[in-house]
C-alpha cells in the first residue's frame, strides 16, 4: 500500500491569509486528488493534480482559490487561498492505484488530512 | 453522473448485534464500489471494494457487503459488532472505465455514525 504524509497536520490561520499544504507518497504515482470534508459532512473532491499540467478542477472549485501543484510523481501541494472562515476543513490528499502497486489494485489511498481552522 | 445514497446518518446497535449500514448508488457506467472507515481525528481507512467478480466481498475487520446491480446497493453487514467498530462509515463510488473522465475519482455518500452501546 501507499503511504501518504501530509504537512502541517492542523493549523489555525487568520481570514485573508493562505496555506499551503504538502502532501507526500512513498512511490510514484500516476494520480492524485485533492478532497475536502467540511465539519460533519462528507468528502467533497477539489481537483484532480496532474503531473506536468494544470490541476483538473471539479464544479465549484477553482484554480484561483486552491492553486494546486504536481512537480513530480509524488508530490504534490494544495493552497487555500484568501481563507474565510468557510474554509475551516479537513483537506486530504489521496492517491489512486489502478494496479502498479502489488495487492492494490484498484485501491485509493488517503493521507492523514489536514485539519484547517480559520478564524 | 455518479450519486451515492447512505440510509441512516446515525445507526445504533448493542454490542454482539449485527451491522447493517446501507448504501444505494447511482451511476451511468459500471461502477466500482468502496466502503471506507473514519475513527476520530483519524484518516480513511478502506474496509472493503467492489471491482470486478464475486459480488459478495469480504473487508477487514468481519466486515462484508453484497453488490447487488438490480438494487444498485452495496450494503455493508458485520455479524457481530464490537464497540472498536464505532466510527463513522463512508460508502463511495468511482468510474470502473479506464480512461473515464471520472476513472479514479471517488463520490462519496454522506456517511453513517455507527455506535456500539455495551
Known amino acids: 500500500s501507499a503511504v501518504i504524509s501530509q504537512k502541517p497536520s492542523r493549523d489555525i490561520c487568520q481570514r485573508g491569509t493562505s496555506l499551503t499544504i504538502q502532501c507526500q507518497v512513498d512511490s510514484q504515482v500516476t494520480m492524485m486528488f485533492w478532497y475536502r470534508q467540511q465539519p460533519g459532512q462528507s468528502l467533497t473532491l477539489i481537483a484532480t493534480a496532474n503531473q506536468g499540467s494544470e490541476a483538473t478542477y471539479e464544479s465549484g472549485f477553482v484554480i484561483d482559490k486552491f492553486p494546486i501543484s504536481r512537480p513530480n510523481l509524488t508530490f504534490s501541494t494544495l493552497t487555500v487561498s484568501n481563507m474565510s472562515p468557510e474554509d475551516s476543513s479537513i483537506y486530504l490528499c489521496s492517491v489512486y492505484d489502478y494496479g502498479g502497486l502489488a495487492n492494490s489494485y484498484n485501491e485509493q489511498f488517503f493521507g492523514p488530512g489536514t485539519r484547517l481552522t480559520v478564524l | 453522473a455518479q450519486s451515492v445514497t447512505q440510509l441512516g446518518s446515525h445507526v445504533s446497535v448493542s454490542e454482539g448485534a449485527l451491522v447493517l449500514l446501507r448504501c444505494n448508488y447511482s451511476?451511468?457506467?459500471?461502477?466500482?464500489l468502496f466502503w471506507y472507515v473514519q475513527y476520530p481525528n483519524q484518516g480513511l481507512q478502506l474496509l472493503l471494494k467492489y471491482t470486478t467478480g464475486a459480488t459478495l466481498v469480504k473487508g477487514i475487520n468481519g466486515f462484508e457487503a453484497e453488490f447487488k446491480k438490480s438494487e444498485t446497493s452495496f450494503h455493508l453487514t458485520k455479524p457481530s459488532a464490537h464497540m472498536s467498530d464505532a466510527a463513522e462509515y463512508f460508502c463511495?463510488?468511482?468510474?470502473?472505465?479506464?480512461?473515464?473522465?471520472?476513472?479514479?475519482?471517488?463520490?462519496f455518500g454522506q456517511g453513517t455514525i455507527l455506535t456500539v452501546h455495551p
Open positions: 451511476s451511468s457506467v459500471p461502477p466500482y
Open positions: 463511495a463510488v468511482s468510474d470502473a472505465r479506464a480512461g473515464g473522465t471520472s476513472y479514479g475519482k471517488l463520490t
